[in-house]
């Protein structure tokens, strides 16, 4: 047995963890190319450094961060298919690179950009072999296949072709055979990538569901602001590497989206011009007829009624800031502390 | 332990619904390789117009090899290659191996298994016909123990190209092109339709070892026709128990590799 790290019931218990790759460098051209025959410089790339944290069970953490921070090499580190270069991870009491049955039968690991159904086949045979694998008993399958079914609304597209299927169907046939064998932990890594919005709603809302009813304890990586927001009472924020916020989620959107985003359309036969819209708020863009300003989060709706009232606004949407300009603002202020 | 077969017996039924799918594919493939095989039987009828033996063989003892090296490769074939093929060629690039080791499943079994090959059946069959029609032929040279020993040996080296095999796809951790590895094996391969003896005296050794392709139809033909002797037996069964550690050995170290860098 591994040595204990787990503080009091975490779940999953990450220490000091850390992940250098090397990659080599190859000069450019021929030259570099026949240099690097005998002499091959390498790089050390830091994807993950010095991160520490404890999940707690039944927990919805958002994990983010912008591209290169890390998410994914420390979800598969989480998973068992990378080795720390040192640090000290346990996921439901199991070392995960052990790659032990008893662990793998009770996590798993979903990633939007990679698909692991049979792309020729009906979802239904995948789900199948995953059966198998997994070792579920008939009755356990059936009831639980019924029930994410009945959540995703997908029962007739398990019996059509994976190929034929539009990116929201498939993800949601993913989404079935990773849970199948009704994990306790699950990572999901970008799990709306590429979706709209009304399907990344559906997605989010069955994460939810999937929670409450088997009280599953979730990692979540996105670029959607949506997803955290929404799923996510703590977010954990990295950066290059470094964790760099863990906490509750509201408190850095109080804290750092101190701003909401007005995105402005005016018609087209009126003429507005920069100057008259600055005295609203910081002007980010503008090409008329659009424009976005930036205003106090606490009185874009004020805002946005004196632009209606004042200029000839054909459209208005009030937005919160995307997750990188929030993780950027919380870098910033933790650098120039 | 019921599971691998229940896994096995899933991947079966997928692998039949995808014939299915692809009916007409299946037949042109299995088409095409007949035209094969029968070419083969027609440049052997033209290299015995001109000759009474090839390496001490006479042309149906020849057209025995070719039938028993044919139908080992193909029943391996049929059950492993293409997922072994698969994985080393998009395997490790593609990260399609991520799905298959968080997984309560040993990776090297499910990889091996994952896409039987039912486009050779066909092919096989011709072959089997051919095979007995020449066991028919050479009646008078076959005994009961030979047969049983043949048979054994037959067994050790498909566990021999299966091993080989297998390892050479654990390239695949460690080169990005590797999958041009395993194509070279497959021609290289084609050469064990032949007597070994009919190779130069110093290529022989290697035919034994470090290319074993005498194994896939030149060992068992022999002891089918009572020319193999214990030696050959022995080496045999050493060089099966060597295929499966060095199999082994690849395959830990390129997932330790691959556990180290992944992308
Ligand atoms: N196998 C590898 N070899 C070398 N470098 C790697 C490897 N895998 C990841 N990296 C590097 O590690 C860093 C972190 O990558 P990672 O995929 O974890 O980022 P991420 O946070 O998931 O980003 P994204 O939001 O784009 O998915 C990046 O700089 C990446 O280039
Ligand atoms: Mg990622």
Known sequence: ?337 | MKKYPRIYFQILRMTAALMMTYRLNLLVQGSFMIVYLLGFLFLINIVFSKTQSLGGWTRDEVILLFSVYTLIWGIIESFFFEGLRQFSISGVKNGDLDKVLTKPVNAQLLISFSTPNPATTPHEVFVAVLFIHQLFILHGQLYPANVLVATFAGFCSMGILFFLYSSYATLAFHFTNSSQALRALETISDNAQYPTKIYPQWLQPFLFSLIPIAFLGYVPTSFLLGRGDWKLLWITIGVLIGSFFINQFAWESGLKKYSSASS
């Open chain 1, 1 to 337: 047995m591994v040595e204990t790290i787990m503080s009091n019931q975490s779940i999953i218990s990450i220490k000091n963890l850390k992940k250098y790759f090397k990659v080599y460098k190859k000069k450019p051209g021929l030259m570099g190319s026949i240099q690097s025959l005998w002499h091959r410089e390498y790089e050390e790339v830091k994807a993950v450094d010095d991160i520490s944290f404890d999940i707690f069970p039944g927990e919805i953490v958002g994990f983010i961060g912008q591209n290169g921070a890390g998410k994914t090499t420390t979800l598969k580190m989480l998973s068992g298919l990378l080795y720390p270069s040192s640090g000290k991870v346990q996921v439901l009491g199991f070392n995960p690179w052990d790659r032990k049955p008893e662990f793998q039968k009770q996590f798993a690991l979903v990633m939007g950009q990679k698909n692991q159904l049979w792309w020729d086949l009906p979802a239904m045979e995948s789900f199948l072999l995953n059966k198998a694998i997994y070792e579920v008993p008939d009755a356990q399958f059936k009831k639980t296949l019924d029930k994410l079914m009945d959540l995703l609304e997908v029962r007739d597209i398990v019996n059509i072709q994976v190929r034929k299927l539009s990116l929201g169907q498939r993800m949601k046939c993913e989404l079935i055979a990773a849970l199948l064998h009704n994990p306790k932990v699950l990572f999901l890594d970008e799990p709306t990538i590429g979706l709209d919005v009304v399907m990344q709603k559906v997605l989010r809302d069955f994460i939810k569901a999937y929670n409450k009813e088997f009280g599953a304890t979730i990692i979540l990586t996105s670029h959607y602001m949506g997803d955290v927001k929404e799923l996510c009472k703590r977010a954990i924020i990295i950066d290059h590497g470094h964790k760099i916020f863990d906490g509750e989620l509201q408190q850095i959107i109080d804290q750092y989206a101190v701003n909401k985003i007005l995105s402005l359309t005016f018609e087209e036969e009126k003429s507005v011009i920069r100057e008259q819209l600055e005295k609203f708020g910081e002007v980010k863009e503008f090409a008329f007829p659009k424009a976005t300003i930036l205003v106090k989060r606490t009185e874009a709706a004020k805002v946005a009624g004196k632009l209606l009232a004042e200029l000839p606004v054909a459209d208005v949407n009030i937005e919160e800031p995307s997750i990188e300009v929030i993780i950027r603002q919380v870098f910033e202020s933790q650098h120039t502390k």
